[in-house]
């Protein structure tokens, strides 16, 4: 199979993790609960890299496994430099958000988080750090891995040509070593390592990317019923200890953190191992297959069919919604109208992307696929 491969669950889970994400990044608002990393070691970003490992391979595997490498290494690196412009767009436009409303609400509180306030201690050098990726926003964070990984995605393929064990075993060492010499992207003019370290997510992406090459292959990843219980034996423990043994031992997960590493700037091994065996639970539960006769699998599909613009949008959205939630009481209904109103807007948008490339390809529209 020479060209990209393109699979209707993967573009739901997608879609779902776009969502989660939206509504992650907007803290305090009642409908952080109903996702998953309040039962689980994961969260939202271990499902985004490791997706975004196995669409690479399903769009450029074929490629680089045929005889179109160099047309697939061209296609990678314009997809960074799209990565690059969207990173640095947002970045800014969610500066220009924040300053709003520092200056509507009289309160400059929020521009000194997440590293916004490298824009009023020192603006000029703000400019140049994020425009060089060496200072990155808090919640604005994880693009400039994704194009590392896109950059160091071609060498990935052509080890997989090889073998794709070979690959997947490079990764792993490059992990440890990272894990334990501190490899990480320094940071610039706050010293200081990446929030999501490129060396050490890289195995969790050519993870993602081992999969995807899997399924082009295949079609399928094979059950193993002792895989599949002794995964649903780290799912239960680790929502026992994530929602603190459902509230009768509130101590429970700051023990569990001073004797296991939990980092999230590092990938723990717990971390991947809890998200590894969601995946697994969820691809063999025939969740999927169930939900394709649901309402909202069309919609959840388009979205995750458009993820840049939809994430773009939803991160941008998401700074809005800091500020409406984060620096006003809020209540139920507040967060219902917000959330639910900006769902409903990226799957808007997804819907009309996805209906104008549909016209300009003079493909059916996918929007109205079950």
């Known amino acids: ?40 070691f994961s969260d939202s970003a271990e499902a985004f890299v490791f997706l975004a490992g196995v669409s690479v391979a399903l769009a450029y595997g074929g490629r680089f496994l045929g005889s179109q490498t160099w047309r697939g290494f061209r296609s990678l690196m314009s ?16 500066i220009a958000i924040f300053a709003v409303g520092a200056l509507v609400f009289d309160d400059d509180t929020i521009m000194h988080e997440h590293g916004r306030d490298l824009f009023l201690s020192n603006p000029m050098r703000a400019v140049v750090a994020v425009t060089g990726l060496s200072h990155q926003l808090g919640y604005f964070n994880i693009l400039p891995m994704y194009i590392v990984f896109l950059l160091w995605a071609p060498a990935l393929l052509l080890l997989a040509r090889i073998d794709d064990r070979l690959m997947l075993g490079l990764s792993a060492l490059i992990y440890l070593f990272a894990r334990e ?26 993870t993602g990317v081992f999969i995807g090459l899997r399924l082009r292959e295949t079609g399928e990843i094979g059950f193993d019923r002792r895989l599949f219980m002794a995964s ?15 509230g009768f031992l509130p101590l429970l997960p700051e023990q569990l953190n001073s ?25 063999h539960s025939g969740l999927t297959l169930m939900a394709k006769s649901g309402n909202l699998f069309a919609p959840l599909c388009v979205i995750g069919r458009q993820s840049l613009p939809v994430f773009a949008a939803g991160s941008i959205l998401s700074a809005i919604g800091q500020i409406v939630i984060g620096m006003r009481n809020t209540g139920f209904i507040d967060d219902l109208l917000f959330i639910g109103g900006g769902l409903l807007l ?19 529209p996918k929007a109205k696929m079950a």
Do not use: C
């Open 1 to 40: 199979m020479s060209g990209s491969k393109r699979i209707d669950g993967i573009d739901f889970w997608r879609g779902i993790v776009l969502a989660m994400i939206f509504i992650n990044h907007v803290p305090g608002n009642g409908f952080e609960i109903m996702t998953h990393r309040h039962v689980g």
């Open 79 to 94: 997809r960074a430099v799209t990565l690059y412009g969207v990173q640095i767009a947002m970045s800014f436009a969610a």
């Open 181 to 206: 010499y501190g490899w990480n992207f320094p940071t610039w003019p706050v010293e200081g390592g990446w929030f999501f370290n490129p060396f050490t997510w890289q195995f969790l992406f050519a």
């Open 232 to 246: 649903v034996v780290i799912l239960a423990v680790s929502a026992f200890v994530v929602t603190k043994a459902f």
């Open 259 to 283: 004797i296991v590493d939990m980092s999230k700037t590092n990938l723990a091994p717990i971390r991947m191992i809890h998200f590894l065996a969601l995946a697994y639970v969820l691809y």
């Open 346 to 364: 990226l799957y808007a948008i997804a819907l009309y992307l996805s209906d104008r490339r549909d016209v300009a390809t003079g493909e059916p």
